[in-house]
Nanobody, 117 residues
Framework: EVQLVESGGGLVQAGGNLRLSCEASGFRVDDYAIGWFRQVPGQERVGTSCINAGSPGRTWYADSVKGRFTISRDNARNVVYLQMNNLKPEDTALYYC?????????WGQGTQVTVSS
């Protein structure tokens, strides 16, 4: 069964750090482009970062998170991480990971990140 499970969200003060995990089962994370998206109620889901399939996986970051967020992949554990540093209140959202092979794509259920000012 193909599954993506996010974890690591929580409540943190502005300036704090969190590390999100996206654990995959049923496929290899290095065979897919894995992205982290976030969504605020009433707004569209937007991408924050992505790591391409293969090695080394090229990375991409939205301007809003560049320099603060780092996406990485542990092929042995089949997990993709999002290290989020210097968090801001505007980073508050439900964070999802997405796996895309070009033919198939999958979503996790999301993990909530709340940053207090």
């Amino acid at each position: 069964e193909v599954q993506l499970v996010e974890s690591g969200g929580g409540l943190v003060q502005a300036g704090g750090n969190l590390r999100l995990s996206c654990e995959a089962s049923g496929f290899r994370v290095d065979d897919y482009a894995i992205g982290w998206f976030r969504q605020v109620p009433g707004q569209e889901r937007v991408g924050t970062s992505c790591i391409n399939a293969g090695s080394p996986g090229r990375t991409w970051y939205a301007d809003s998170v560049k320099g603060r967020f780092t996406i990485s992949r542990d092929n042995a554990r089949n997990v993709v991480y999002l290290q989020m540093n210097n968090l801001k209140p505007e980073d508050t959202a439900l964070y999802y990971c997405n796996a895309d092979s070009g033919l198939r794509h999958y979503w996790g259920q999301g993990t909530q990140v709340t940053v207090s000012s």
